[in-house]
C-alpha cells in the first residue's frame, strides 16, 4: 500500500476548512482529521496564551500522526488535514508577534502532498472562538497564508466560491492525486 495521500486546507477562520476538508474526505472515502484547537479552545475556560498554541500544536501533531496511521490501516488514499504548522506559526505571528521554534521545526519537518487555501470570499460566520470578523481583516490574513504557500515548494491552488462551488472546485483540484 503506498503511503496515503496528504491535502491540507489552510486559510483564514470561517472560510469553510473544516466543511470543506470533511466533504473532500467523504466524496473521495478517504479519512478526515480535524483541527485540534477547537476542541481544546472550547475546554480551555480562560482567554489563551502562547504557550497554549504550543500545546494545541504539539497535539495537533499528534492527532495528524494518528489519523495518517489510520488511513494506511484503512488502506484510504489520503488524509484531509483541516490544518497544520502553517496555521500554527500565522495564528502564533499575528496574535503575539512571534512563534514557538518547536512549532517552526515541526514546519519544516511535515510533509503534505497537496494544498488548499481557502479564499475569505464566503459570509463570515460567528462562533465563541472566532476572532476577526472584519473583512479587510480577513483579506490581510488570507495574503499572509499566500505569501507562506508561495515561500513552499508543495503544489497548492486557491479554492474560492460559494460552499457548492467551493466543494467542486476542490474536488476537481486533487482528481490527479487519485488518479
Same mark, same amino acid.
Given at each position: 500500500?503506498?503511503?496515503?495521500?496528504?491535502?491540507?486546507?489552510?486559510?483564514?477562520?470561517?472560510?469553510?476548512?473544516?466543511?470543506?476538508?470533511?466533504?473532500?474526505?467523504?466524496?473521495?472515502?478517504?479519512?478526515?482529521?480535524?483541527?485540534?484547537?477547537?476542541?481544546?479552545?472550547?475546554?480551555?475556560?480562560?482567554?489563551?496564551?502562547?504557550?497554549?498554541?504550543?500545546?494545541?500544536?504539539?497535539?495537533?501533531?499528534?492527532?495528524?500522526?494518528?489519523?495518517?496511521?489510520?488511513?494506511?490501516?484503512?488502506?484510504?488514499?489520503?488524509?484531509?488535514?483541516?490544518?497544520?504548522?502553517?496555521?500554527?506559526?500565522?495564528?502564533?505571528?499575528?496574535?503575539?508577534?512571534?512563534?514557538?521554534?518547536?512549532?517552526?521545526?515541526?514546519?519544516?519537518?511535515?510533509?503534505?502532498?497537496?494544498?488548499?487555501?481557502?479564499?475569505?470570499? =464566503?459570509?463570515?460566520?460567528?462562533? +465563541?472562538? %472566532?476572532?476577526?470578523?472584519?473583512? #479587510?481583516?480577513?483579506?490581510? $490574513? *488570507? /495574503?499572509?497564508?499566500?505569501?507562506?504557500?508561495?515561500?513552499?515548494?508543495?503544489?497548492?491552488? =486557491?479554492?474560492?466560491?460559494?460552499? +457548492?462551488? %467551493?466543494?467542486?472546485?476542490?474536488? #476537481?483540484?486533487?482528481?490527479? $492525486? *487519485? /488518479?
Amino acid at each position: 500500500m503506498a503511503y496515503p495521500k496528504r491535502i491540507v486546507l489552510l486559510g483564514p477562520e470561517s472560510t469553510g476548512k473544516s466543511y470543506l476538508s470533511e466533504q473532500l474526505a467523504k466524496h473521495y472515502n478517504a479519512v478526515w482529521c480535524p483541527e485540534y484547537a477547537r476542541e481544546y479552545l472550547l475546554l480551555l475556560g480562560r482567554p489563551y496564551t502562547a504557550d497554549d498554541l504550543l500545546i494545541i500544536a504539539q497535539n495537533q501533531v499528534e492527532l495528524s500522526n494518528k489519523y495518517i496511521q489510520d488511513a494506511i490501516e484503512k488502506k484510504a488514499a489520503a488524509v484531509f488535514f483541516d490544518t497544520d504548522m502553517h496555521v500554527m506559526k500565522i495564528w502564533s505571528e499575528v496574535v503575539f508577534g512571534s512563534c514557538h521554534p518547536w512549532i517552526l521545526e515541526q514546519l519544516q519537518k511535515q510533509e503534505a502532498d497537496f494544498y488548499m487555501l481557502c479564499k475569505p470570499d =464566503i459570509p463570515w460566520v460567528q462562533d +465563541e472562538l %472566532r476572532e476577526y470578523p472584519e473583512q #479587510e481583516m480577513r483579506d490581510d $490574513l *488570507f /495574503s499572509i497564508y499566500e505569501e507562506q504557500m508561495q515561500q513552499q515548494t508543495m503544489p497548492w491552488t =486557491i479554492i474560492s466560491g460559494a460552499h +457548492e462551488v %467551493r466543494l467542486q472546485r476542490a474536488v #476537481e483540484a486533487v482528481r490527479h $492525486l *487519485f /488518479s
